[in-house]
Structures are given as C-alpha cells and as structure tokens.
C-alpha cells in the first residue's frame, strides 16, 4: 500500500504542472503519463481517468495546506501574526501553483466542479481553525472584539471573505501581497486593546 501512495504522489506531482501549463480540457492522460515518466498503462493503474486523477490531487493539496495552516495557527506569539502567516500558507498551497498560469481560472472552475466537496471542507476547517485562534487570543486579552462587536466566527468569516478577494489577484510579489499586509493592519489596529 505504501508503495502505490508513493507512487500516485509521483503522479500527482508530476501531473501539477501539467495541468497548469495546458489546462484540464487540453491535458491528455498521456501527457501526464509523460511527466511521470510512467507509462499510460501504468498511470490508468492509479487512477481510472483524468477527472480522478485531478479530484485526488485537489484532496492532496488540500489536505497538506490545512495541516500548514493548523501547525502555522498553533504556535505561539502574536495571533494577527499567525493569521497572516496561516493565509500566506494557504495561498502558497493551494492559490500559487496555479497563479502565473494563463489557464488559472479555468482550474479553479474545475476543481469547483470536481472537488467542491473537498474545497468546502477546507474552508470551513479554515473559518473554525481562524474562529479558534481568535477565541483563544481573546480569552487571554491578546484581542478585545467587544469594540467591534464580532465574535471569534464573525472575524474569521470576514478574514476568509478577504482571502477570497486577494486570490483573484495573487502574485508571489504583487498587489496581493499588499492586500494581505494591509488586512493585517486594520487586523491588528481593529482588535488589539490600546491601538484603536
């Protein structure tokens, strides 16, 4: 069993570029296979078509991305700091691979056709680890949302409802790494007791 989850990782890895360079239409199983350096027999092996084999990379993805932004929100130090660094974890996981190319959207729509299932648990596993770093922060005067009058849920809410827009403009460099410092100013200026 071993063998064949390291095997499909292989696939699923070589697969990744693939599919950002040509989209999902215009990706073929043998051009998968290619990359993998496997054969087309071999590949159908591990996964029965390419709407499989996209849906088990998107759990992948997933599933490494929150376990990121789990370790990242455990931590100790400033919670707004650990939000910021929990976002840039989830945008470099799951947004980055697919940010320079030209057929982004068109792998977003279909992960949302294929994988919707998997992108929803995500989020709400998202919306509950930022409520729960939040609640815990406030429980130790770190945050005051009596000001704001949110709770912990609200913020998180709000948080990822930001981190939907910032995707749309995602670069390593760009204006999303602006918006992303900027939320966490009026975070930070917002929640902390004696900065308002």
């Known amino acids: 069993m071993e063998k064949q989850d390291h095997k499909s990782a292989l696939i699923l890895d070589a697969a990744l570029p693939v599919f950002a360079r040509y989209g999902f239409q215009k990706t073929t ?5 290619r990359a993998a350096e496997i054969s087309r027999a ?3 092996l591990a996964f029965n078509s390419k709407e499989e084999l996209f849906r088990a990379g998107s759990a992948r993805a997933h599933e490494q991305t929150m376990s990121d932004v789990e370790a990242v929100l455990g931590r100790t130090g400033n919670v707004v700091d650990r ?3 929990a976002i840039s974890a989830f945008q470099e996981g799951l947004i980055a691979p697919f940010s320079k190319s030209e057929n982004a959207k068109e792998l977003f729509d279909i992960n949302m056709q294929l994988a919707a299932d998997i992108t929803t648990t995500a989020r709400s596993r998202l919306l509950d680890l930022l409520a729960k770093a939040l609640s815990n922060a406030q429980a130790q005067g770190e945050i005051d949302l009596k000001p704001i009058e949110a709770s912990p849920i609200d913020v998180a809410s709000l948080i990822a409802a930001a981190m939907d827009g910032i995707k749309h403009s995602f670069s390593a460099d760009g204006p999303s790494v602006e ?6 100013r009026v975070l930070s200026l917002a929640l902390t007791p004696g900065r308002r």
């Not at 199983?29 to 296979?33: N, S, Y």
């Open 29 to 33: 199983m043998a051009d998968i296979a």
């Open 42 to 44: 071999s590949l159908y």
């Open 83 to 85: 939000i910021a660094a």
């Open 179 to 184: 918006a992303l410092r900027l939320l966490m």
